[in-house]
């Protein structure tokens, strides 16, 4: 009866996380409470592949839901077949041996190699239409480590290093569910937070990971949505202008003046574009327009950054978001949607801007600066986040 009850309670909670991270989802000045969170995270790191080189240096298992247990100590691949079997594993001495999947791997020293890249924590194999997801099963913590350098650059600054692992550490939370549906909670790429496992790891990362070991950041009382951003370009601004929020912006995400990465490469910059280039890649958005005669900043935001652009061609004139600009042009060589001045000669189009990034949230050029002078993490996350604070996670 007891265990009835409990499994209820569980059910609930269960079905009233999914209620929340979807409102989540859709609206991302939505926080959560620090109550909801486990200990475990799981990382796509592989999204429907045919294949897979899995191997330790020690021994390891192949695992399968009815507990079948097949054991290896050299490099084996797996390949999705979905014929009398979902996976053919094919071993060192060319030995095939089938299996269904789910199945977990599991290694005695707990690090396992996807690929030849080394990973901490099991692995876990799902179908995935017919090829394979493989996820990184590991303590958070574990997978703070494996983000913090691919997210802030090589830096041996200790006191930015830990301000990064906290961002990184909440954002993990904030965005769990983000891939539910794929039977994971965060991918490995830009759409989540680049993780890159062990390889990436440094003594001085893994040390700042230690030092704020479940430490988050929370505004009233609620995790915070640590968005980060390479350079700002002097101010950081309020999402409000880039994402569509249907909360009122929060106080700690409204902007805030850097003033630490001024001198930075990214802070100025300039691209040139063609404006055929800038017409082709509108029309396949279906922005359908004439020749490009001129392209103007309509108006900047209160903290001067460029909101949107209007542009004049043949066939007439519209007014794009400068942010949605340049998601749809390219988000590669325009760095941010701050344009300073907009210039056309001949057929070209030079465009003059600052920052790198959306500028929302902490600015990651500012933090290491403000490291370098002697700032202590958590004034450099209470510049950026302000009427924020530090506090340790509870786990389940
Ligand atoms: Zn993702
Ligand atoms: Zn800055």
């Given at each position: 009866m007891r265990n009835i009850l409990y499994k209820n309670i569980k059910f609930i909670i269960f079905v009233l996380l999914?209620?929340?991270?979807?409102?989540?989802?859709?609206?991302?000045?939505?926080?959560?409470?620090?109550?909801?969170?486990?200990?475990?995270?799981?990382?796509?790191?592989?999204?429907?592949?045919?294949?897979?080189?899995?191997?330790?240096?020690?021994?390891?298992?192949?695992?399968?839901?009815?507990?079948?247990?097949?054991?290896?100590?050299?490099?084996?691949?797996?390949?999705?077949?979905?014929?009398?079997?979902?996976?053919?594993?094919?071993?060192?001495?060319?030995?095939?041996h089938f299996i269904n999947l789910p199945i977990k791997i599991i290694s005695d020293e707990d690090i396992i190699c996807v690929n030849c890249k080394p990973y901490r924590g099991y692995l876990e194999l799902y179908k995935s239409i017919n090829k394979i997801n493989v996820i990184n099963v590991l303590d958070i913590d574990n997978y703070v480590k494996g983000v913090l350098i691919k997210e802030m650059g090589m830096t041996k600054r200790i006191e930015a290093l830990k301000v990064q692992a906290?961002?990184?550490?909440?954002?993990?939370?904030?965005?769990?569910?983000?891939?539910?549906?794929?039977?994971?909670?965060?991918?490995?790429?830009?759409?989540?937070?680049?993780?890159?496992?062990?390889?990436?790891?440094?003594?001085?990362?893994?040390?700042a990971v230690s030092n704020t070991r479940d430490e988050v950041l929370l505004y009233n009382e609620q995790l915070a949505e640590t968005v980060y951003h390479a350079n700002c370009g002097g101010h950081t601004d309020s999402p409000k202008y880039i994402w569509k929020c249907k909360n009122d912006v929060p106080n700690y995400l409204k902007g805030v003046k850097c003033g630490f990465c001024d001198d930075n490469p990214h802070t100025k910059w300039m691209h040139v574009m063609s404006k055929d280039f800038i017409k082709k890649k509108l029309m396949r958005n279906n922005i359908i327009i004439g020749e490009i005669e001129n392209i103007r900043i309509n108006n900047k935001t209160q903290f001067g950054t460029t909101e949107s652009l209007e542009i004049l061609h043949s066939d007439g004139s519209f007014i794009i978001n400068s942010y949605e600009f340049r998601i749809i042009v390219d988000s590669d060589g325009i760095k941010s949607h701050d344009f300073d001045s907009v210039e056309i000669y001949d057929n070209k189009v030079y465009f003059k801007g600052k920052g790198y990034g959306h500028k929302v949230g902490l600015c990651q050029c500012g933090a290491i600066k403000m490291a370098e002078n002697g700032m202590i993490y958590n004034e450099i996350l209470s510049h950026f986040y302000p009427d924020t604070k530090i506090e340790k996670i509870l786990y389940e």
């Open positions: 999914i209620v929340i991270f979807k409102q989540h989802n859709n609206n991302i000045c939505y926080t959560l409470n620090k109550e909801q969170y486990y200990r475990t995270i799981k990382v796509g790191i592989m999204i429907n592949v045919s294949s897979v080189k899995i191997g330790s240096s020690g021994i390891f298992f192949v695992v399968d839901s009815m507990n079948n247990k097949l054991q290896f100590s050299k490099d084996i691949i797996l390949e999705a077949i979905y014929m009398q079997s979902d996976v053919k594993i094919v071993d060192q001495n060319g030995a095939e906290i961002i990184s550490r909440t954002y993990a939370f904030v965005n769990f569910n983000k891939h539910q549906s794929q039977g994971f909670n965060v991918c490995s790429t830009t759409h989540c937070q680049v993780y890159g496992g062990i390889e990436v790891e440094t003594i001085d990362s893994n040390k």
